[in-house]
């Protein structure tokens, strides 16, 4: 399995952007997919995931601001960042979780398959 993500890049406070991540190499939807980050001299945090059926959770930091989506028939998994923040600067790496009985605190710990980071940097 290989989980490809694009879209990182300058933005600028305020702004928007999105970044988005195809698996290859799976002939079944992934029961989670989402987005982790980690920035300089911290930890990784979990982002956003999203299950196959569409339930969706958010780290407290970006609710409200980002929105996570994906294609369950592609295995592609988005997220749209708005109102974007100087401390949202970070590697974004996209993830995906085969447990069927996966919960949001299991995967705040990690996912199965993992994606290169790309960097977003906000800043003006």
């Known amino acids: 399995v290989q989980l490809q993500a694009s879209g990182g890049g300058l933005v600028q406070p305020g702004g928007s952007h999105g970044l988005s991540c195809a698996a290859n190499g799976s002939n079944f939807s992934f029961n989670a997919m989402g987005w982790y980050r980690q920035a300089p001299g911290q930890r990784r945090e979990l982002v956003a995931a999203i299950t196959t059926g569409g339930s969706k959770h958010y780290s407290g930091s970006v609710k409200g601001r980002f929105t996570i989506s994906r294609d369950n028939g592609k295995n592609v998994v988005n997220l749209q960042m708005n109102s974007l923040k100087a401390e949202d600067t970070a590697v974004y790496y996209c993830?995906?979780?085969?447990?069927?009985?996966?919960?949001?605190?299991?995967?705040?710990?990690?996912?199965?398959?993992w994606g290169k980071g790309t960097l977003v940097t906000v800043s003006s």
């Open positions: 993830a995906a979780d085969n447990r069927i009985t996966g919960s949001w605190d299991e995967y705040a710990d990690g996912m199965d398959y």
